[in-house]
């Protein structure tokens, strides 16, 4: 598993320790399941079964989410 570090604002902080409370999952595991369950609404199903069929897919998976997060993570910070 590839390690990145991102910053999460207080806000989501609270809310996904809230939730991984609630369900009994680690940090890790909500941000993983958020961030796909996010790409995959963003992408849709075909760029996505592309994106990890590609026989590139770790690079190309990896340079879509290093622009979708950096794109769209102030998105995030309205909320």
Known sequence: MIR??????DEIEKLAEKYA???????????????????????????VKRALKDNDSESNTSKIIDQLLNSNFNDLNKY
């Open 21 to 47: 409370d609630l369900t009994n999952k680690d940090l890790n595991e909500v941000i993983n399941e958020a961030l796909k369950f996010y790409l995959v609404e963003q992408l849709g199903s075909r760029q």
């Open 4 to 9: 990145k570090k991102i910053e999460i604002n």
